[in-house]
């Protein structure tokens, strides 16, 4: 959530702000128009309560001498039901505040480079060299099926398409992925592993963003009022949600859930294989950190997530996204993405993003500086990495001319040393 009174002593950095975003500028103008009104009741306000206290002891004075009030009295009664009249409409407004302030997304980072969508995000890095093949390289769905590791099938059959069913070996890939990043976090990173619900309620959802902007995208229990979790994120950053927090920031989490997306609106898009799936493994990466150090925070979360590419020797490229394709949230983020020859694309599976104040102030996040002040703190997360589309670049990356896939050497401690995947292997449905 934007803050109030920095939009009304910096509204013209609040409408470059929009500007850079390509949105328009009708709901800032509506909500500075409301808070012009309110300001103006305010005051209003508390003229009239003077004008009743001063009325009111004047009436006092005069019952004592024995003069008539009844005239005055009924003056003050009609100051009293303005003044109530006024109440009601200033409640109305800061409800319609509250409501404006939670559709307006973050502003973009003077750092973020300005534009207007995907084909302008900047190339910052990249790492590793694309494989080259002897033989025409083969997608994931043919690998993975070939291998009998993954059946998408049985999954569609038994649910709907987008959600995968992972077999054998495959699972025991999504697995060792998940424990292998963890650790790395944990180990070397120094991240606190926690393990939240996989569901969350509204308050939790609005806290970081999702609604009400995404509220058709998720999946929705009503007659309890949860959500099941788009990202670790949700639950994870509302650990502290309402609360200041006690120890000393930095605070590091890291979490593993499944991720639960509709995706509503992008049917016939990517949804052959793992590509685009409405469940999807991920580990995430989330921080609290003090505002003077969070750009800095965010280059070290970008560092946590390359490590888990470098390590499992995975060429990727590193993209600064663009004012007009930031989330709704971020006021900066990095996405990384993998390079997947049989899709000959590349694939997004890390953004990393700061959100600033942005989610504190709608969570209720704070902490106490050096100097004792409770000031907001600021949120960062990023992905450290999503699964579904790891693996794809795991298998297509590995594929041998024999239908085998090679598999990173990193991954042999968590797989009793498996470094090859073969037909059958761990078992067939």
């Not at 100051?79 to 109305?92: M, T, V």
């Not at 480079?113 to 093949?133: D, I």
Request: charged share 25%; proline share 5%.
């Amino acid at each position: 959530m934007l803050d109030l009174k920095w939009i009304r002593e910096r509204e013209a950095d609040a409408r470059e702000g929009f500007l850079r975003r390509g949105i328009p500028l009708e709901p800032l103008d509506a909500l500075i128009r409301l808070d012009q009104e309110r300001r103006r009741l305010v005051t209003d306000t508390e003229a009239l309560k003077y004008q009743r206290n001063t009325a009111s002891e004047e009436i006092g004075k005069l019952k004592k001498a024995g003069h008539d009030t009844a005239e005055k009295q009924q003056a003050v009664k009609t100051i009293g039901d303005r003044i109530s009249e006024q109440d009601n409409r200033l409640r109305e407004i800061d409800a319609e505040l509250k409501k404006s302030l939670l559709i307006l997304p973050n502003l973009p980072h003077a750092t973020t480079p300005t534009g207007t969508g995907s084909a302008e995000n900047v190339v910052v890095r990249s790492w590793g060299e694309l494989r080259t093949f002897p033989f025409q390289p083969q997608g994931h769905v043919d690998i993975g099926e070939h291998l009998g590791i993954l059946d998408f099938t049985r999954a569609a059959r038994m649910t709907s398409s987008g959600f995968p069913l992972y077999v054998g070996a495959g699972a025991r890939l999504e697995r060792a992925l998940i424990q292998f990043m963890i650790d790395l976090h944990v180990k070397e990173h120094g991240y606190l592993e926690v393990s939240p619900p996989f569901v969350c309620n509204s308050a939790a959802m609005t806290g970081t963003g999702q609604l009400p902007k995404m509220a058709e995208d998720m999946y929705y229990i009503p007659t309890d009022d949860l959500y099941l979790v788009p990202t670790a994120e949700v639950p994870v950053t509302n650990i502290y949600r309402e609360e200041i927090i006690g120890r000393p920031l930095p605070v590091y989490l890291v979490a593993y859930s499944p991720c639960f997306r509709r995706e509503a609106g992008s049917a016939g898009r990517e949804t052959r294989g793992l590509i685009r799936v409405h469940q999807f493994d991920k580990v995430e990466m989330v921080k609290f950190v003090e505002p003077a150090t969070s750009y800095n925070e965010l280059e070290k979360l970008v560092a946590n997530a390359e490590d888990v590419l470098q390590r499992l020797g995975l060429a990727y490229r590193i993209l600064a996204l663009c004012s007009g394709d930031l989330s709704f949230a971020a006021a900066k983020c990095y996405d990384i993405e993998l390079w997947a020859p049989g899709q000959n694309a590349w694939l997004e599976v890390s953004s990393c993003s700061n959100f600033e104040a942005f989610q504190a102030r709608r969570a209720g996040i704070r902490y106490r500086n050096k100097a004792g002040k409770v000031e907001f703190v600021h949120t960062l997360n990023g992905s450290g990495v999503a699964l579904a589309r790891l693996v794809v670049a795991i298998l297509e990356n590995g594929q041998q001319a024999d239908g085998s896939v090679m598999l990173p050497e990193a991954l042999a401690p968590y797989l009793g040393g498996l470094r090859r995947l073969e037909p059958g292997q761990g078992g067939t449905l």
